[in-house]
């Protein structure tokens, strides 16, 4: 065989293998193109989380343009300055990938946005109506009241109401035991299926062996007890969260630092330095400075009959100084060991009618009680609800039921 015939043969066969790679390339790429039935369309659903609606809509699987148009489309119909990362974006498309609706949820408004035959999107606004779901749940203390609760399936928004509302009852860092009850009742608000957009707690009780039984009603915005009493005192049960009570009210201690046997007319809270103090009530500041034993020390008057004072802290709160007027749970200073302290801890002590007194004994006032005039319906509300909250507290663990 000469070199022309060898040279026919190879080129023939490398146009061969050239001519039937372009065929399967062409038929692999006609077969990617072609809509595979068996995978039926895709649906991308999310939070908007962070981002800005065109970027949630780039994850969502458009292009820049196209994610830049769809959010124009649906910024007509809400108002994009205001979305929530909750926000939902809900994208359907057929198993060609051609876009079949875009649905935007943001609060009770539902966007619908839908391509025209001329492929332009448009878009409709729809409202849900608000639903009220009434809740309740009871269960038993095990280890911390949030993770008992939390257990029990109350949602976290719900445990910070009822903490906060027992907070000049129930002291719970140091008073909840394991055994005792809790039980609560709520009302959310949102539309079917949707996410929860408002809570009312409603009623609570708290039953421990420490605090007794403690009952919640909520009646014309306020929280009342079974005996009409507002259950916001004039006095919160501690001036700051601590880790435990290192020295009590005593008429003759044992001073640490000057070794001697003297009253000790206050209480001792040992905590972390830096640890935040609060006052214990509405008043007035008439010192903050520096004051021999006490350091630096806060000294307010809440009213003809009582007056408070906050010692060792390491600084003062902003603002805080002679003359100011400060509200209940207000950060007057921090907790530090200046003056006469072997450590880091607060100093305090109220003074009734001009004598000290035991804070941890002392009976507080309430806020308020129930007005003559609204007695009777608060009456007939007690007498719904109490019923099903001590009978929720004596029930098993049970989860949340409408």
Do not use: C
């Given at each position: 065989m000469n070199d022309a015939v060898r040279r026919v043969l190879l080129y023939g066969s490398a146009a061969a293998l050239i001519w039937g790679g372009v065929r399967?390339?062409?038929?692999?790429?006609?077969?990617?193109?072609?809509?595979?039935?068996?995978?039926?369309?895709?649906?991308?659903?999310?939070?908007?989380?962070?981002?800005?609606?065109?970027?949630?809509?780039?994850?969502?699987?458009?292009?820049?343009?196209?994610a830049a148009?769809?959010?124009?489309?649906?910024?007509?119909?809400?108002d994009a300055r205001r979305l929530s990362p909750l926000d939902r974006l809900h994208v359907e498309r057929d198993a060609s990938g051609r876009?079949?609706?875009?649905?935007?949820?943001?609060?009770?408004?539902?966007?619908?946005?839908?391509?025209?035959?001329?492929?332009?999107?448009?878009?409709?606004?729809?409202?849900?109506?608000?639903?009220?779901?009434?809740?309740?749940?009871?269960?038993?203390?095990?280890?911390?009241?949030?993770?008992?609760?939390?257990?029990?399936?109350?949602?976290?928004?719900?445990?910070v109401r009822f903490s906060e509302t027992f907070q000049w009852t129930v002291d719970f860092l140091t008073e909840p035991r394991d055994g005792d009850r809790f039980a609560a009742v709520w009302t959310e608000r949102g539309a079917p299926g949707r996410r929860i957009l408002g809570t009312t707690f409603e009623a609570g009780v708290y039953e421990g062996r420490m605090t007794g039984e403690r009952t919640a009603l909520l009646f014309d915005g306020d929280y009342f007890d079974a005996q009409r009493e507002s259950l916001r005192?004039?006095?919160?049960?501690?001036?700051?969260?601590?880790?435990?009570?290192?020295?009590?009210?005593?008429?003759?201690?044992?001073h640490p630092v000057l070794r001697i046997n003297r009253p000790h007319h206050g209480t001792d809270y040992a905590a972390a330095r830096g640890t935040p103090v609060s006052t214990v009530a509405d008043g007035v500041v008439v010192a903050a400075h520096r004051e021999r034993g006490f350091g630096n020390v806060?000294?307010?008057?809440?009213?003809?009959?009582?007056?408070?004072?906050?010692?060792?802290?390491?600084?003062?709160?902003?603002?805080?100084?002679?003359?100011?007027?400060?509200?209940?749970?207000?950060?007057?200073?921090?907790v530090g060991s200046t003056g006469l302290a072997t450590g880091p801890h607060l100093h305090f002590q109220i003074e009734k009618n001009?004598?000290?007194?035991?804070?941890?004994?002392?009976?507080?006032?309430?806020?308020?009680s129930v007005p003559r005039s609204r007695r009777a319906a608060f009456a007939a509300e007690a007498k719904r609800l109490l019923p099903e909250l001590r009978g929720l507290a004596q029930a098993e663990d049970s989860r949340p039921q409408s």
């Open positions: 399967a390339q062409t038929h692999l790429s006609e077969l990617a193109a072609r809509p595979d039935p068996s995978l039926g369309p895709s649906v991308v659903d999310r939070r908007l989380g962070p981002h800005p609606l065109h970027v949630a809509l780039r994850g969502a699987g458009f292009n820049g343009r196209d148009a769809a959010a124009a489309v649906l910024a007509r119909r809400i876009l079949l609706h875009i649905t935007f949820t943001h609060g009770l408004d539902r966007v619908l946005a839908v391509a025209g035959e001329d492929g332009e999107l448009r878009s409709v606004l729809r409202k849900d109506p608000l639903v009220s779901t009434r809740r309740r749940v009871s269960g038993i203390v095990k280890g911390s009241l949030w993770l008992s609760m939390e257990s029990a399936g109350v949602p976290a928004e719900v445990i005192r004039m006095f919160l049960r501690a001036p700051l969260r601590f880790a435990r009570i290192s020295s009590g009210f005593s008429r003759g201690r044992y806060v000294k307010i008057r809440h009213n003809k009959t009582y007056k408070s004072l906050y010692g060792h802290l390491s600084r003062f709160g902003k603002g805080v100084r002679r003359g100011a007027h400060v509200k209940q749970g207000r950060v007057i200073g921090y001009g004598r000290w007194a035991d804070f941890l004994k002392l009976d507080l006032p309430f806020a308020s």
